[in-house]
């Protein structure tokens, strides 16, 4: 089977190497610019110290590439979801499965819309960061969850090392993921790697405003959450408070990242890219309006991010918290 991987850049160059070097026949699909610097092949690298390398994967600018394709893996950030889903179209085998890779709750009905069938969802739970020309580096746990289809290859993700698990329902899987990438925000604006930015309490102590907000939307309105940590969602607020020798002790694994990794998030401001946020912070603020609420929290780092595109700033912990507090009203 054919795999074509829409948008070639972190997760899917990764995403899309490590399957081809497990002999998956993949073609890429993106934009010049990540064609030359993926020409020299792919070298792919992960926390637990592999490495893998690929000649240059097949290449296309356009959605031509995936005519033929039974696989197609969505990897673009959320804003350009209904612009692939336009491209796609025309060029889409009529019996190709899609799947999102993408953050946020409402890519696969974006895509599905534009495509005018069904796109399964998808969650990559783990961190890939840059690490120059063609080099990709895993630098946390976490796997690939999907929606369960019988064309999806299964022994190949295997081999890839990226076994899948599957959900009858990803909508629980979805959220609790959003949960996480509430920390995109705080660690863009923090300037600091993943790793030195949960260490920091004041900032954990921000990333749980933001949390409860989301989880306390999501009680009102009924939706469930997967438990994608040792530890159940609802929890994650009160043990991010923790003094840091109690967290280290608890959550120990939520510091086990590459030391260089920083969101998505942080990549876009350092990229002079759009930033995320209207899929994952704006969600929040659209579920707070749907159950007639506010989320204060959420809306405030989204305009503190949007102010750092112009205005580039790092945050200490304690003047984000201070701020964040205030935002909430207290
Ligand atoms: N990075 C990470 O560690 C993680 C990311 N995610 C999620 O995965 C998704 C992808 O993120 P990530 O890989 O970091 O994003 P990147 O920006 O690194 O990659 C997306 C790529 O798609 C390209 N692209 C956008 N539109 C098109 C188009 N119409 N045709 C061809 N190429 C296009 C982009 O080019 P250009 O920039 O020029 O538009 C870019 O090269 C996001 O939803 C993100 O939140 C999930 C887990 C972890
Ligand atoms: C893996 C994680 C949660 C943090 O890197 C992420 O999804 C992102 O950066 O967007």
């Known amino acids: 089977m054919r795999i074509a991987i829409y948008g070639a850049g972190l997760i899917g160059a990764y995403v899309g190497g490590r399957l081809a070097a497990a002999g998956g026949d993949v073609v890429l699909i993106g934009r010049a610019r990540s064609r030359a610097a993926l020409a020299g092949g792919l070298t792919l690298t992960d ?6 390398t690929t000649l240059p994967l097949p290449f296309a600018e356009g959605s031509e590439g995936a005519a033929g394709a039974g696989l197609v893996l969505i990897c673009v950030k959320s804003r350009a979801s209904a612009a692939v889903a336009r491209e796609l179209g025309p060029h889409l085998a009529p019996g190709a499965l899609v799947v999102s890779l993408q953050n946020g709750i409402g890519n696969a009905a974006v895509l599905a819309e534009g495509l005018g069938r069904p796109v399964l969802p998808g969650m990559v739970g783990f961190n890939v960061a840059d690490q120059g020309p063609g080099h990709f580096h895993q630098g946390s746990q976490g796997g690939l969850h999907m929606g369960v289809d019988p064309r999806l290859p299964l022994d190949l993700f295997a081999r890839a090392g990226l076994p899948l698990t599957l959900h009858a329902d990803m909508a629980p899987v979805l959220w609790s993921k959003l949960l996480m990438n509430l920390n995109n925000a705080v660690n863009a604006l923090s300037g600091l790697p993943l790793r030195e930015e949960l260490a920091t309490r004041d900032f954990r102590r921000c990333l749980a405003l933001a949390q409860e907000e989301l989880l306390a ?25 923790l003094p840091d020798p109690l967290f280290r002790l608890i959550a120990g694994n939520m510091l086990k990242i590459d030391p260089l990794a920083r969101s998505s998030m942080a990549d876009d401001l350092a990229s002079a890219r759009p930033p995320e946020l209207d899929a994952l912070n704006g969600e929040v603020a659209r579920l707070a309006a749907r159950l007639n609420r506010t989320a204060p929290v959420n809306a405030r780092l989204s305009r503190l991010v949007e102010d750092a595109t112009t205005t580039p700033d790092r945050w200490s912990g304690e003047a984000l918290l201070a701020d964040l507090q205030r935002a909430r009203g207290g």
């Open 217 to 241: 939307l999501c009680a009102e309105a009924g939706q469930p959450l997967a438990r994608l940590t040792p530890l159940p969602a609802a929890f994650l607020p009160k043990v991010l408070r």
């Open 47 to 52: 926390y637990t110290g592999a490495r893998i």
